[in-house]
């Protein structure tokens, strides 16, 4: 009644105001508040929120005071659920009851999902897990880029037992992301197109069984797998070693170029671990020693236009000898022990341990420039003028 008045004075006005003539006057925006949805309601507030109640458990984790308050929130809570219940009829009432004790039963149990702490691996477990993880090297960076070829990788390594899990390790990306992040938006480096994975059996014996894919192709990758816990010995005899290697130098380049010298066991590379980077120097493992030798006379042959190879044979790891002092207990005096050619002190004593001829011969060689030359036993050598620097001051 109110918006009709409001309209029949607003005609009347524009009648006075126009003398009648209407033509020309728009009417758009009066149309539009007619097509409004009317004179706005007042909001109303929302009713105040109830704050959760502090579990029975977490009660007694609190101080004193809190537990009084805690426990006089919980006791008001339920006064107020009686009340709604006491006026309900019989029927409703009862099921409103049921209603209220499966909720409340329900958040107990959710507590006590919470509560539960999962236990946690042992050593012996992660020992066990790695016997059946398998180490994959020169995987084509593409499994990490697509599902499908993600899935034809693990269907290829399935054949030999059932897998439990899957992952990419030593990933080369193009942004300094987190690694997860990274993976996650698939930021790969263009330069690199390979890496690693590692694979987890559910059983030690199809783990071993997988080890016969070595050097075996997959997307014209040749893959170097081994086990993860326990690696195959290092051979050195039938291992050459690779220097002067380009920095983005790849596994397959050595495949192809050592191809003629004989059947490669494995081919690594040694990069840097966290930018993935070659650092120029590799070795090649070959299945037979003769191979060693056809691959020396590759040596100083170019890999690339700039890059000319290094090929040496690989040689032992060197182990430092180990000496030790021992003092006999009734005089105190130090007895000698030759073990190896090196000078040594014992930690506990601090005594010098004597060496031989041949090593005072050694040390007597290493002069520095500068330093006066001495003999084995510390005294010092005298200086004497020789007879040129005689004839020089005559003169």
């Not at 066990?128 to 960076?141: A, D, H, L, Y």
């Not at 993976?183 to 559910?202: E, L, M």
Request: aromatic fraction near 6%; hydrophobic fraction near 30%.
């Amino acid at each position: 009644m109110v918006a009709k008045a409001n309209m029949d004075d607003s005609k009347s006005l524009t009648n006075a105001l126009l003398k009648g003539d209407t033509t020309n006057v728009n009417s758009t925006l009066d149309n539009l508040f007619k097509s409004s949805a009317g004179p706005t309601k007042q909001a109303i507030a929302p009713p105040p929120a109830v704050a959760s109640l502090v579990s029975k458990k977490d009660i007694s984790k609190l101080s004193k005071r809190k537990q009084k308050q805690a426990l006089a929130e919980r006791a008001e809570q339920a006064a107020i659920k009686a009340r709604e219940l006491s006026s309900l009829p019989p029927l409703k009432r009862k099921r409103k009851a049921d209603v209220l004790e499966s909720s409340e039963e329900k958040a107990e149990e959710e507590e006590k999902k919470d509560d539960v702490k999962v236990p946690k691996r042992t050593v012996v477990d992660e020992k066990e897990k790695n016997e059946r993880t398998i180490f994959i090297g020169n995987v084509p960076v593409a499994c990490c880029e697509e599902k499908s070829k993600s899935k034809a990788l693990k269907r290829t390594f399935a054949t030999y037992g059932a897998i439990e899990s899957m992952r990419f390790r030593s990933t080369a990306f193009s942004e300094t992301l987190p690694r997860k992040a990274a993976f996650i938006a698939k930021k790969f480096h263009d330069q690199r197109s390979v890496t690693n994975a590692y694979i987890v059996y559910k059983s030690k014996e199809s783990a071993d069984k997988a080890l016969a894919m070595n050097g075996q192709l997959f997307m014209d990758k040749h893959l170097r797998v081994d086990n993860a816990a326990n690696p195959k010995p290092y051979d050195r005899k039938r291992s050459v070693f690779v220097g002067n290697l380009p920095f983005d130098a790849e596994e397959e380049e050595l495949w192809e170029f050592f191809a003629d010298c004989g059947a490669i066991d494995n081919v690594r590379l040694v990069r840097d671990k966290k930018t993935n980077i070659g650092k120029g120097i590799g070795y090649v493992q070959f299945t037979r020693r003769a191979a060693v030798d056809l691959a020396l006379a590759l040596d100083d042959k170019p890999i690339r236009e700039k890059h000319t190879l290094r090929i040496q044979r690989c040689k032992d790891q060197i182990v430092k000898p180990t000496t030790a002092t021992t003092t006999s207990g009734v005089t105190g005096k130090k007895s000698r022990t030759k073990e190896g050619s090196k000078k040594s002190t014992s930690k506990g004593s601090g005594a010098k341990v004597p060496v031989d001829k041949k090593s005072r011969h050694r040390k007597a060689l290493n002069v520095f420039e500068g330093a006066r030359a001495s003999k084995s036993s510390g005294n010092k050598f005298k200086i004497g003028k020789t007879t040129s620097n005689k004839k020089q001051k005559r003169h």
